[in-house]
């Protein structure tokens, strides 16, 4: 990399900060509007514009120093002293930089106050900087670049490692929508030892319920359950790291290795990627080697059986991955001459196109395997072919505030102009057009799953490319010849840092009694109730044995229904309003349910929509509520006396 002079970084530095000091002014007093106070008679708005001004004036009157004849010198006074009686200290002073950002913002508070994005990054950028100044006191011969690279890194790993902190939690009901189902459907494989009968498998996403499988050989805790999918997260999303890095044997396990190591957990983090995806991705990039054909062909079939388990667009990932590696590291063949033979380039296509054909097929057959012995209907499955598509959810909305294309532009634009800085000269072209090719095959795939009922939220549909843009680009950062300019480097790391730093941390908090006394009352409801109970939600609690002598109805578990609500399966929701509109269930547990109809100028409201026409509606004709848990948000309904009566 091409460092920046000391001015050129001091005034890049200072100008970036004074920049984000205007825009938190700004919004201040948008803050200070949606709040409907006077900036000037609230303490709390007039202190933080005080702060965010006089940094503003700080930065400003640094970066017209750096014009000043002695600039150098003024530079030059500001690296530390090398002697190492400050260095545990300023090591001990960097980790509580580190932590700083997480606990301020684990303060409901404070969070509240600032969580408007300039004020929120600016805080985070601050802090940064701080951290930079100590790290250059514990390591004084890294460059200030390095050391603000690698503070901001390290701040954003440690915001994301922190925000998993509230998930662990004895807390005995769901901590939001999908929790309780993701605990709930790990035990459809173990149906015969938990409940005492089979029951059909799991529909939705087969791979990872597997991997939420081994607490229920050891009876575990709910405690266990959530300390596992935690665990399983950081290790197996953690593992692509090293094993991409380890296909470059130069890089040596030192400072620069863990930084880079750092930056593509965090920038994995971000989307943030599925934890079952990852086992289709590292051992391919540890074991593929381009001159052993046979171990191609069983890491390719290996992963295909993993993509066939998972998600419909991760099919062709395997072959796609494995060929990519393969037009990454291999010399091309037909361009040894000035007119290649049909043979020659035979010779030499042949298998990247084998892969993700195959592939694609292996993980196709194996889904169909599966649906056959699943024993549910086959109409239950690949749901989103049938789904909406969202257009507007592509800008700008209520869900997502970035949208999804400029969201995904921004988290992919450091990594491309990297790729485009390697790519530009006119070696091996068509090896990289292919590559090109397939990249932006997986994006439109991601685009399109993005744009679904249900989706358009955040950036993890756009996995699949997410990480091949990553191996990608890892390839165009270790093996270019050309140096790469220090405004690449820049955008690499405040790309990621941005996004690093936007999950919020906290501890979970819950009244231990309360939760009791509704378990007790749930348990009391299920022992004095002749007839069917359903869980619609917080089926853990049979699961984990927490409620005894309850039967479970395998049927109209809540994500299932909800995702048959939003892909319009007309044969699942007439059966389920049939059911409950003969009053099949003497009692059901959900959530507080209310038919409201909201429109795409509120987060999630087409989706809303759905559960409310083809869940609320009909459960509201012919239930009514009988007890509420207000503190865990947990309602039983029992049928109505006089018959239906629609909201």
Known sequence: MISPSQPAFWRTLLAFTAALAVFAITNTFQLAQKLAVSPFASKTILGMLAFFTLTLLTSSAGFALTFSGHRQTRVTTLNPPASSRFRFGAWLAFGLILLGFPVLYAQP????????????????????????F??????PAWGFPVTLAAALILQAAVNRLASYLPA??????????????????????????????????????????????????????????????????????????PALLARFGEVRRDARYWLILA??????????????????????????????????????????????????????????????????????????????????????WWKPAAWILVGTSVAYAVSQVYIALSANPPGDF?????????????????????????????????????IVNEFNGGRMWKQRFA???????????????????????DLHNMDAYAVLLLIVAAYAFFRTEKPIPWPVAALLVLVVAWFGQQANSGVAHYDQSVSQATLTALQRRVDVTKGEVLFITQRHLISMNMLKGVVLIPEYEREDLMEMAMAQNDTYLRQFEQDVAAQRFAVIVVDPLKFNLLGSSYEMGEENN??????????LCWYRADQVFAADRIVIYVPREAGKECP
């Open 435 to 457: 590559i090109l090719a397939m990249l932006f095959a997986l994006f439109i795939g991601g685009i399109f799953v993005s744009l679904k009922i249900g989706g358009g939220a």
């Open 168 to 241: 662990l939690t004895a807390y005995p009901f769901a901590l939001g929508w999908s929790e309780t189902s993701r605990f709930y459907f790990p035990s459809l494989f173990l149906s015969q030892k938990i409940y005492g009968q089979v029951y059909p498998w799991p529909i939705l996403h087969p791979s990872l319920h597997l991997l939420l499988t081994p607490p229920y050989w050891f009876n575990a805790p709910l405690w266990a359950h959530r300390a596992w999918q935690i665990g399983l997260r950081f290790g197996l999303v953690g593992l692509i790291a």
């Open 610 to 619: 759905a559960w409310a026409r083809r869940v609320v509606k009909p459960v």
């Open 263 to 348: 930056w593509m957990v965090v920038y994995l983090f971000n989307l943030p990627l599925y934890l079952h995806l990852p086992l289709m991705v590292f051992p391919i990039l540890w074991f593929f080697r381009i001159n052993r054909e046979r171990r191609t062909w069983v890491l390719l079939i290996l992963a295909s059986i993993w993509a066939g388990l998972s998600r419909l667009n991760w099919y062709p990932m395997p072959g796609l991955i494995l060929a990519a590696l393969y037009l990454l590291e291999s010399e091309s063949r037909e361009i040894k001459t000035t007119k290649p033979s049909l043979a020659s380039l035979l010779l030499y």
């Open 109 to 132: 508070a404070f969070a509240k106050l600032f969580q408007a994005g300039p004020i929120r990054f600016l805080i985070f950028w601050l802090l940064g900087l701080g951290g930079m």
């Open 134 to 139: 100590i790290l250059k006191l514990a390591r």
């Open 382 to 418: 690949f749901t989103s072919l049938s789904s909406d598509l969202l257009w507007y959810r592509l800008w700008p909305n209520e869900t997502y505030w970035l949208g999804i294309l400029p969201g995904i532009a921004l988290f992919s634009l450091p990594l491309w102009v990297l």
